[in-house]
C-alpha cells in the first residue's frame, strides 16, 4: 500500500514538473485567496497585471465576464446569502429589500453596450473617439449599500476594462470578502484572468489611504458621505464622488394623495430608509396634508402625534453633533418606536410626524425610516423650503403633482441628480422606473447616474485622408 502511494506521489510530481516547463503556471487553489490579499499593496499589484491582462482580451470576453457575474449573483441561494450576511453583519436594512437591491445590480448595470464609439468623418478623412479603461480603479464603499455597490462598480468597471480594488467600509469586511470571492470564482470559470477585483482582508481607513495615495491606481471612487468624498478630491488624482443627499418630497393639491401616500411609505422606508435617495422628509400643502397622512397611515405608517414623545425619539436616535447614532442607522421602525416605549407589529414600517422646517429630523440626514412631514400654505412655498432642506447636495429630490408647470419647477430649481415624479424614490434607480440601475451616484463630479463609461477615459484615433466613404 504504502509503496503504490510513494509511486502516485512521484507520478504527479513529475507530472507537475513538466507542466511548469511548458510554462504553465502551476498553483493550488488553496494559495489563491481568490482576490482577497493580506495587505493593500498586494491587492494593487494584483490588480494592476490582472488590468494588463484584461486589455488583452476583446470587448466580447469582457461582456462574458461582465454576464457571469451577473448569473453567479442572480442564483437564488446566492442573492439571499449575500442580502442575508449583509444585514447579519452592518445590523442595517432589510433582507426583501437587499434581495430587490442585489437583484437590480446584477440585473440592470449596463455592461460593455455602454460604451458607444463616436465617429467622425470628412474630406480629412475618419477619426473615431472611443471608451477606454483607466487602468486600476481604487473604490471605497458604504456601509449602507455594501453588496450593491461592489456588485454594480465591478460590473461597470470591468465592462470599462478596467481592474478595481475594492476599500468597503470595515463593518461590511465579512460579507465583502465573501462577495469578492464569488465574483472571482465565477469570473475564473468564465477564463477570466484572476484578480479582476481584490480587496484587503482588512479594510481600514489607513488602508484606504495606501490606495488613495498609490500611484499604481489611477482613477479613485468613493461613494459615502462628505468626508470621504472630500478625502478622495484631495488626493492629486482623477475621482468620483458619490456623496450623501437628503431628498425632499413636495405634495401639491393636484396629486392623486392616495397613491402619493402608499409611494412615500414604500420609498422611505425602503431598507430602512438607507438609501441616499430615499425620500428624507415631505413638504406637503395643507389642503391635502391630513388626507395624506390618513392613507399613509393605511399604508403602514405610525404617526407620533405627541411633540413630547417626537422630541424624546429624535434625541434618542441622535448624537449630541445632531449626527445620527450610527448604531440605529437603518433600524426598523418597530426596533425605532421601541426606544421610546411604543410598541408595534412587524407590518408597521414608517414612523411619521408633523414637525416645523427647520425641525432636526427635516434638515439632518438621519438614515432611518423616520419622516418628518411639514404643512406648506402653497406649492411654490413647498419647493422653496425643499431647496433648503434639500441644502444644495443636488442628490435627489421628488414631487407628487399633475402639474406640469410646477413639476419643471421643482426640477429646475433644486438640480438634482435624480428626479422623480409621481412614483417612489427608488424608481430612479431602475426599480419602477425606466433607465438603469447604479449604486454609485455620482452628484459633486457630475457623472450622474454612473455606468461602464464613467469609469473610462475618452481617447481619440485619427486616420488622415482616408476611410470616409459618404
Ligand atoms: P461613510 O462616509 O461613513 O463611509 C463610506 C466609506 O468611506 C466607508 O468605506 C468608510 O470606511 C470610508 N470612510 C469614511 N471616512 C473615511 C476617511 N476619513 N478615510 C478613509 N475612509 C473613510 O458612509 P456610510 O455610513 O457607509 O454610508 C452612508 C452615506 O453614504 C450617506 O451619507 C449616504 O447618503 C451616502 N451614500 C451615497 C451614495 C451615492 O451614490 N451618492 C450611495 C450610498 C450612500
Avoid at 403602514?300 to 434618542?316: N, R
Wanted: aromatic content about 4%; some cysteine.
Amino acid at each position: 500500500m504504502k509503496m503504490e502511494l510513494d509511486l502516485i506521489q512521484e507520478m504527479i510530481k513529475q507530472v507537475l514538473e513538466e507542466i511548469k516547463e511548458e510554462g504553465v503556471e502551476v498553483s493550488s487553489k488553496e494559495e489563491y485567496g481568490y482576490g482577497v490579499f493580506d495587505s493593500m499593496v498586494e491587492a494593487i499589484d494584483a490588480s494592476e497585471k490582472a488590468q494588463k491582462e484584461l486589455f488583452e482580451c476583446s470587448v466580447q470576453q469582457r461582456d462574458k465576464f461582465v454576464d457571469a457575474i451577473r448569473a453567479e449573483i442572480l442564483k437564488k441561494e446566492n442573492l439571499e446569502m449575500i442580502s442575508y450576511d449583509a444585514v447579519e453583519e452592518t445590523k442595517i436594512g432589510r433582507v426583501e429589500d437587499k434581495i430587490i437591491k442585489n437583484r437590480v445590480a446584477a440585473e440592470n448595470t449596463p455592461g460593455t453596450e455602454d460604451l458607444k464609439t463616436r465617429a467622425i468623418t470628412g474630406e480629412d478623412g475618419l477619426t473615431i473617439e472611443e471608451y477606454c479603461p483607466f487602468g486600476v480603479i481604487g473604490s471605497i464603499t458604504p456601509t449602507t449599500n455594501p453588496t450593491e455597490t461592489l456588485i454594480n462598480n465591478s460590473i461597470s468597471m470591468i465592462a470599462g476594462g478596467n481592474t478595481v480594488v475594492f476599500s468597503p467600509h470595515p463593518r461590511a469586511k465579512k460579507v465583502s470578502i465573501k462577495l469578492v470571492k464569488m465574483m472571482n470564482k465565477a469570473l475564473e470559470e468564465a477564463g477570466a484572468p484572476r484578480n479582476l477585483i481584490t480587496m484587503v482582508k482588512e479594510p481600514s481607513i489607513e488602508n484606504s489611504k495606501i490606495m488613495m495615495e498609490s500611484p499604481k491606481v489611477r482613477l479613485l471612487v468613493a461613494t459615502g458621505g462628505p468626508a470621504i468624498v472630500k478625502q478622495v478630491l484631495s488626493a492629486g488624482k482623477k475621482a468620483i464622488g458619490a456623496g450623501a443627499g437628503n431628498p425632499p418630497v413636495v405634495v401639491d393639491e393636484t396629486a392623486d394623495i392616495e397613491k402619493a401616500a402608499k409611494d412615500i411609505v414604500s420609498g422611505a422606508s425602503f431598507d430602512n430608509n438607507v438609501p441616499c435617495i430615499a425620500e428624507k422628509e415631505v413638504f406637503a400643502v395643507e389642503s391635502v396634508v391630513d388626507q395624506l397622512i390618513y392613507y399613509m397611515k393605511k399604508n403602514g405608517a405610525y404617526e407620533i402625534t405627541s411633540p413630547e414623545v417626537l422630541e424624546q425619539l429624535d434625541k434618542a436616535v441622535s448624537k449630541e453633533n445632531g449626527k445620527p447614532n450610527p448604531s440605529l442607522v437603518g433600524k426598523s421602525a418597530k426596533e425605532l418606536l421601541a426606544l421610546v416605549g411604543i410598541n408595534v407589529d412587524d407590518d408597521v414600517k414608517l414612523v411619521i410626524a408633523r414637525t416645523n422646517k427647520d425641525h432636526h429630523l427635516v434638515t439632518e440626514e438621519m438614515l432611518m425610516p423616520i419622516l418628518p412631514i411639514v404643512s406648506v400654505s402653497d406649492v411654490d412655498t413647498a419647493i422653496d423650503w425643499a431647496y433648503e432642506a434639500e441644502a444644495g447636495n443636488r442628490h435627489t429630490a421628488i414631487m407628487h403633482s399633475k402639474n406640469v408647470d410646477k413639476l419643471t419647477k421643482m426640477a429646475k430649481k433644486l438640480e438634482a441628480t435624480i428626479f422623480v415624479k409621481n412614483a417612489p424614490s427608488y424608481a430612479g434607480i431602475g426599480v419602477g422606473g425606466e433607465g438603469h440601475t447604479t449604486f454609485t451616484i455620482a452628484g459633486p463630479t457630475g457623472e450622474g447616474i454612473t455606468s461602464a463609461k464613467s469609469f473610462c477615459r475618452i481617447r481619440r484615433c485619427v486616420m488622415s485622408e482616408a476611410l470616409s466613404i459618404r
